[in-house]
């Protein structure tokens, strides 16, 4: 593949598209029917047994009904293959037969670093080979094999993963790499070497461990573990970090982990290497590890590229319990639906798979896992005496931050009759405390079945009108994109700043901007807007052309909603200003009802038949 470096110019960019058939590309993914213009299959980012993924062939465009993603041909691989955009280009740029150019220049610093960055990537490639040969072909690894047997691996599961063996002594990979051409510095800047004091060289940082190469999503090589076969310590050694490796930016196992991750829909976070080589091997192939790190956001953003459901099953000792409800917390933040394994006293996964075997393990990550609220019920219960009353109380109190969190009404409520029931206390009485709570967190503080704030206050609006909001947004943007003459029509009858959809937002105002005309290049637009611009486009464009509203009557409706949500303002306004009659309220109160009254000119501002007649929608 070509490394880019720099910026890739514009025409390269348009060149490489439109040398791209996005029927071809996703066809080489996921399989696909014809339905009348378009193609649909299997959705390849959720699990789903009826299609919503929709490729229009016409419109070189992709979306899914069902989740919601959707674009062009880079962001198409982008997602599936968690490329970069440059790396995305490059990729379909080699495919296409299209030569990138020389970004000659480009900044030679960041020229030098990803130049490293290269050469780092082929020197661990190379280590892995090494280490791997050493592992099946030399005596010296017999112990190292016995240990792997012991531990119920086979030869092919131990080739699949690239297991090795780094021997004893304390230059033999050193001696390997710079017969191949690679400098002693370069050796020690991907982590292989150390450093001997009082600049006397280099040693293998290295030996007499099995090795366990760390690839990441992409496939390429960037570090590795190592783990002693007797009693010496430390029992694991990492890779420190480097220009390529960043321990609490990657998972061990994702890039074996990520198909099986999607069609299944769920990741199994595990602490250790044999743990997800275990799992592998006993069929459980949607489980990686956290690389021997405290769980971190970067690893949840990671995760959550490729599922929403993330099943935890670290340890169940006392570190392990502390990890999960750190991993718990953040991942629970980034959105996550988490649930925890609850492994029998003294049992690791590995332990428990070649125990219970596959059946058992998938049983206790799905259907016997605990959610967040149940596994930290559980944990408090386990640090205070539930049958106190300061038990009680001390086990309520470390579960509001996370019952406060709850989105849902109804979830809410359900954990707190169960928090109640396990406690031997009234609903009322765990609700109280949790009422008290949240009036001391203004800032959680939710209107009930409301979403959302607009630009003036806390002014919320049903879910269900917000849903039809949005849909009505992306009509009028569907309605733009055929004729986008119409975007001018639409920002007199409008305010844009009343809309909720940031992508409909968006695409619209780069329509403005531009001044498309009717022969616009429909890629070329897609290609200025970001992941949500995009998404919004792709989702009208693919969708029936002919199954919505006249141009008039859409913008209309919006406006109406517009209209309501300004006389909830004002309500609210008046309300405060009744609690807070200050200068400044007053002040601001009024403001805010001549903007509305002056805004109020519905029949003059949209009434297009009147300024432009035999214009129909």
């Not at 696909?32 to 929709?54: A, V």
């Not at 106190?388 to 001390?394: F, M, N, P, R, S």
Request: hydrophobic share 40%; aromatic share 10%.
């Amino acid at each position: 593949m070509i490394f880019l470096v720099g910026r890739i110019p514009e025409h390269v960019i348009s060149e490489v598209r439109e040398g791209t058939d996005i029927l071809s590309l996703v066809g080489e993914y996921v399989p696909l029917e014809r339905r009348g213009q378009n193609h649909i299959g299997l959705c390849p980012f959720h699990s789903e047994k009826t299609p919503s993924f929709t490729v229009s062939p016409d419109k070189q465009m992709w979306y899914c009904f069902g989740c919601g993603e959707g674009g062009n041909v880079f962001s198409f691989l982008i997602k599936h293959q968690n490329l970069t955009f440059p790396e995305a280009v490059s990729q379909l740029a080699e495919k296409a037969g299209i030569t990138i150019p020389d970004q000659e220049e480009a900044n030679p610093e960041q020229l030098q670093k990803q130049q490293l960055r290269q050469k780092l990537f082929e020197i661990n490639r190379q280590a892995a080979r090494w280490f791997y040969s050493n592992l099946k072909n030399t005596p010296q690894a017999e112990k190292a094999r016995d240990y792997l047997y012991d531990r119920g691996l086979s030869d092919k599961i131990m080739t699949f993963f690239g297991l090795g063996f780094a021997p004893e002594g304390w230059d033999g990979l050193l001696k390997h790499l710079t017969k191949l051409g690679y400098q002693e510095e370069e050796l020690h800047q991907a982590g292989l070497v150390s450093a001997r004091k009082e600049n006397a060289g280099y040693f293998d940082r290295f030996r007499s461990r099995i090795m366990f190469p760390i690839i990441d999503h992409q496939g390429r090589v960037i570090a590795f573990g190592g783990r002693v076969i007797d009693n010496s310590e430390p029992k694991y050694l990492n890779s420190p970090e480097t220009p390529i490796f960043h321990k609490g930016k990657n998972l061990y196992g994702l890039n074996w982990a990520a198909k099986n991750i999607r069609l299944k829909d769920r990741v199994v976070v595990v602490e250790g290497y044999m743990d997800v080589i275990s799992a592998h091997q006993f069929g459980v192939a949607n489980t990686v590890a956290s690389l021997g790190t405290a769980f971190t956001k970067e690893q949840g953003q990671l995760l959550l590229r490729f599922s929403n459901n993330v099943s935890i099953a670290y340890d169940s000792d006392a570190a392990g319990a502390k990890a999960t409800i750190r991993g718990l917390d953040i991942l629970h933040g980034l959105g996550a639906k988490v649930r925890v394994c609850q492994l029998p006293e003294g049992l690791d996964p590995d332990d428990f798979l070649r125990r219970n075997g596959c059946d058992a393990f998938e049983k206790l990550v799905s259907e016997e896992a605990l959610s967040l609220i149940e596994y930290k019920l559980a944990n408090a219960m386990k640090q205070h005496d539930a049958n106190t009353i300061d038990g009680k109380g001390a086990i309520v109190k470390e579960l509001l931050p996370d019952l406060r969190r709850l989105k849902g009404a109804i979830e809410r409520e359900e954990y707190i009759r169960l928090v109640a029931a396990r406690l031997n206390l009234s609903y009322q009485a765990v609700y109280s405390e949790f009422d008290t709570d949240i009036k001391n967190n203004e800032k959680f503080r939710v209107k009930k079945d409301k979403i959302g704030k607009n630009r003036y206050n806390n002014t919320v609006v049903p879910e269900k009108q917000e849903s039809v909001r949005k849909s009505l947004e992306r009509q009028l943007l569907q309605q733009v994109l055929l004729e986008p003459q119409r975007a001018r029509i639409l920002q007199r009858a409008l305010s844009f700043e009343d809309f909720q959809d940031a992508g409909v937002i968006e695409a619209l105002g780069v329509i403005i901007k531009e001044g498309l005309e009717k022969d616009y290049d429909l890629a070329q637009l897609t290609q200025q807007l970001s992941e949500e611009g995009q998404k919004a486009v792709a989702n009208v464009m693919v969708a029936d052309e002919n199954r919505w509203d006249r141009f008039e009557a859409l913008i209309e409706k919006l406006y109406l909603f517009q209209l309501d949500n300004r006389l909830n303002e004002l309500e609210v306004g008046f309300k405060n200003l009744e609690e807070n009659p200050e200068a400044e309220q007053i002040q601001k109160f009024l403001l805010n009802s001549f903007v509305f009254w002056q805004e109020n000119d519905f029949l003059h501002r949209i009434n297009i038949k009147r300024h432009q007649p035999g214009k129909g929608g």
